[in-house]
């Protein structure tokens, strides 16, 4: 920085030494005034960003020479490899695009992408008919093991009826054949650690994404150990006719319950309103969106939720809990077996797969309540299965799960 005054008044100094009197004093100024504009032509025309927009203004006030070398559309790539898009050509906000996103990669920040998600419309009505769809989010590592079935699960289903997410680790890319229901259905990730927060700024990742899609009315959340035990008609029909969402929510006095409750929550969250739950839920719209747009409590879970606190058990049980208890069914639709005991529930194997034990899953002779009465379906999927169970469940799929 001081080099460079030096130089400058060493530039200077020969105008300043001969001139005295007024005049030349001015036309000093003007020279200088002549040097700074000439410089900043010269900047401007070097720069590759404003040289692209001067060609994109160009090319968009000269109609003459757009017809000539483009197409219906016309591309013009910028920065970074952004399409910028001719809107007098192509309908930049066009409705199709966006009540349902074309395509789900996207550039938008968290923070962007669950203010945008939050948007709610007031007016009652709308101006398309909308069919309630299910939203099948999939909260994965690396692959989807039981892909196979649920493919066969979405097979001739009316696609305006669900749709499907995957958040998988940022690094790690599905490879799915574009004849797939599941192609092209990644979102944008980032990386997850278990038991940690961003396991809940995952699920709200792909609650917000699933969000964009102004049909999407009910939302699950499943893992790649995940499969469905009743066909698509079924679970569709289980969740967008029940008045109530499903995540499980209980007080657990132990102290793998309360024990893991900080009183520095207080006096947001009392003790007496800490709830447990798994963490693989089913919510309508209306909770989505609340719970995408809350902070208050989010930030609580962040700062005195921490290890052997977990706040993907925590977080969603406790937030209804606290504002919207009436809305939730306090119970969950994914059945898992936590029989054995330990940290981790049951995982069932090739040998574990028979038409009685999926039966059971499907129906033990149990009521469960639904809307205002009982019906004996309490589970739509059931976890936990490993890879190697695909193929006996695939034997079963037609048979049993009637898909
Ligand atoms: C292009 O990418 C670079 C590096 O990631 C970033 O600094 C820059 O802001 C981006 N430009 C635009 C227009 O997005
Ligand atoms: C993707 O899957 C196809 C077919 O299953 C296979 O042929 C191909 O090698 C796979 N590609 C990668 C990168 O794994
Ligand atoms: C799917 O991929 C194949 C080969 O990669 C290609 O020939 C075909 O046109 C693609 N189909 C669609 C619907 O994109
Ligand atoms: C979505 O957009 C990205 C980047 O713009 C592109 O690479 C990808 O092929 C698109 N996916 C689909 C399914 O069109
Ligand atoms: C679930 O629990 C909440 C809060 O305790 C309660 O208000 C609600 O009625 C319960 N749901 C059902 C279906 O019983
Ligand atoms: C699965 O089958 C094996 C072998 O019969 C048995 O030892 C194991 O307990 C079964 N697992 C479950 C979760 O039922
Ligand atoms: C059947 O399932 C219900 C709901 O999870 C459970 O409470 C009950 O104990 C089960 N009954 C049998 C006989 O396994």
């Known amino acids: 920085m001081k080099n460079r005054l ?5 530039e200077t100094r020969p105008l300043v030494s001969i001139t005295r009197d007024s005049s030349v004093s001015l036309l000093r100024m003007l020279t200088t ?5 000439v410089g900043v032509v010269i900047g401007l025309a070097s720069s590759s960003h404003i040289d692209k927009y001067f060609t994109f203004q160009m090319e968009q ?7 000539a070398n483009a197409g219906p559309v016309q591309r013009v790539y910028g920065e970074n490899c952004t399409i910028v898009v001719n809107c007098e050509k192509e309908d930049c906000l066009s409705m199709k695009s966006f009540v349902r996103p074309r395509n789900y990669s996207h550039r938008m920040s968290d923070e962007e992408l669950f203010w945008r998600a939050s948007l709610v419309p007031t007016k009652d009505e709308f101006p398309f008919r909308r069919v309630p769809k299910v939203a099948f989010m999939f909260l994965t590592r690396g692959p989807l093991p039981f892909l196979p079935l649920w493919e ?10 669900y749709s499907i997410y995957v958040h998988a680790n940022p690094r790690y890319s599905l490879n799915i054949t574009n004849v797939s229901v599941f192609f092209g259905r990644q979102i944008p990730s ?7 927060v961003n396991l809940v700024d995952a699920e709200k990742r792909l609650l917000a994404n699933a969000l964009l899609d102004f049909s999407n009315e009910r939302f699950v959340l499943l893992s790649e150990s995940c499969i469905p035990v009743y066909n698509f008609p079924t679970v569709y029909d289980y969740l967008t006719k029940s008045a109530h969402s ?6 657990d006095p132990s102290r793998y319950g309360r024990g893991r409750y900080s009183r520095r929550m207080m006096p947001d969250i009392q003790l007496s309103e800490w709830r447990k739950g798994s963490q693989w839920f089913e919510i309508n719209r209306n909770l989505a969106i609340k719970i995408i747009s809350d902070t208050k409590y989010y930030t609580l879970f962040k700062k005195y939720c921490k290890p052997s606190c977990y706040p993907d058990e925590h977080y969603i049980p406790t937030y209804l809990q606290i504002l919207h208890g009436p809305q939730n069914a306090n119970r969950t639709v994914t059945y898992v077996d936590w029989s054995l005991g330990g940290p981790h529930p049951a995982a069932f194997t090739d040998v574990n797969i028979t038409e009685e034990f999926i039966q059971s899953i499907r129906d033990n002779g149990t009521l469960c309540q639904y809307n205002e009465g009982f019906i004996p379906i309490c589970y739509l999927f059931a976890r936990k299965f490993d890879p190697s169970a695909l193929e006996p469940l ?4 037609s048979t049993v799960m009637e898909f």
């Not at 005034?33 to 504009?37: G, H, N, Q």
Request: charged share 30%; aromatic share 14%; glycine share 4%.
């Open 6 to 10: 030096d130089k400058e008044d060493i």
């Open 152 to 161: 066969r699960f979405f097979t001739g289903q009316d696609v305006d009826l």
């Open 61 to 67: 006030s000269n109609p003459k020479r757009t017809n």
């Open 394 to 397: 695939l034997d079963l799929s």
């Open 33 to 37: 005034l002549i040097i700074f504009v």
């Open 246 to 251: 499903f995540v499980e929510s209980y007080d």
């Open 190 to 196: 980032q990386d997850v650690a278990w038991g940690s």
